[in-house]
């Protein structure tokens, strides 16, 4: 009861005080001491970059939206994590993870069209040899040509840049890191320890639930720190292997490889990290896990006006499940 009260009362004195931070952060160099105005940072040094990183602008957006949340909602802060992660996937990366549907059908419907194109060229090249007696270097060059130009120019027509495909990538990638930023910074009362984060670490040392009662300290049980390694290998799989394209791409492969190896990586650092941002990465992991799930589902698809392709699958998760009990099968057999 004294610990709320005190809680209270700190929250009250930041309320009253947040006017003169926010002077404090737009002119950080008029109030440092002599002390803060004498360090240096070394160049690309981890400590300097993460600092930067910490005191950036798109940070401080995130942790000022965090904070607007929490106060205008009067959720605890647990749940205030929950359902704001939630919600940006539903409101930001859901639509885009539509529209990079929409993209890849358009462009694995021009699968038909680019393998007649490539045929007629190839009878095309076959007759340039004869007639004006080329090598095989200079008849490749002039087919390879061709078919890059035919092929623009298809992608041109229905709009389907292969670049669209990994949208929801380049923008969940930056909310992502913002959003974990800021939760550390919380945790952590950085960049400033000014009246308005003491108040915030008070709130987050008693803003948890379950067997995370303290969000400013890691987990001692490592449950969200294994959390998201252990949904983050069913997402790849959901968006890679149940993909209406049949064979993955380079790009494709090296991207579902370096994701796989960062989840493992991600052991290892959530178990530092403070429990607010473990928190906000299991949610999001557990969100994403869904949201590829929904995407894969035909009735979804129709209903988003996604088109139909030919190597689309009508039963997605008993096909997903069948993948799982072989892979499975095939490990326990092979240990």
Excluded at 259 to 278: E, F, K, N, Q, Y
Excluded at 307 to 317: C, L, W
Aim: charged letters at 20%; hydrophobic letters at 45%.
């Amino acid at each position: 009861m004294f610990r709320f009260r005190e809680v209270q009362l700190v929250r009250r004195a930041w309320v009253a005080n947040r006017q003169f931070c926010a002077l404090v952060r737009q002119e950080p160099a008029l109030l440092r001491t002599q002390t803060q105005r004498a360090t240096k940072y070394r160049h690309f040094s981890f400590e300097s970059w993460g600092m930067a990183l910490s005191r950036s602008a798109p940070v401080a957006y995130a942790q000022e939206f965090l904070e607007t949340v929490h106060m205008n909602s009067g959720l605890s802060w647990c749940t205030t994590i929950v359902a704001t992660s939630l919600a940006l996937r539903i409101v930001v990366t859901l639509p885009l993870a539509v529209y990079q549907s929409h993209i890849i059908a358009r462009l694995a419907n021009l699968d038909k069209e680019i393998a007649q194109i490539a045929h007629e060229l190839r009878g095309e090249t076959a007759r340039a040899v004869r007639m004006y007696n080329l090598d095989e270097k200079q008849a490749k060059y002039l087919y390879r040509r061709s078919l890059k130009k035919q092929i623009n120019n298809l992608i041109v027509r229905d709009n389907c840049h292969p670049f669209k495909s990994s949208l929801v990538i380049w923008f969940q990638l930056p909310l992502w890191i913002g959003l974990s930023v800021a939760l550390r910074n919380m945790a952590y009362m950085m960049p400033y320890q000014d009246m308005a984060a003491q108040a915030l670490f008070l709130e987050l040392s008693v803003g948890g639930a379950l067997w995370f009662p303290n969000l400013t300290l890691p987990d001692p049980s490592f449950r969200d720190a294994c959390a998201p390694r252990n949904h983050q290998p069913p997402e790849h799989c959901s968006f890679t292997r149940c993909n209406i394209t049949k064979q993955l791409t380079k790009v494709r492969k090296v991207l579902t490889y370096t994701l796989r190896g960062m989840s493992v990586l991600m052991i290892p650092i959530a178990s530092i990290m403070p429990t607010d941002v473990t928190l906000y990465w299991l949610c999001s992991s557990g969100f994403a896990l869904g949201q590829n799930l929904l995407m894969i589902n035909p009735k979804f698809r129709r209903a988003c006006r996604i088109p139909r392709t030919a190597n689309e699958s009508q039963t997605p998760f008993r096909d997903l499940l069948d993948r799982l009990k072989k892979r499975f099968e095939f490990n326990k057999t092979g240990t």
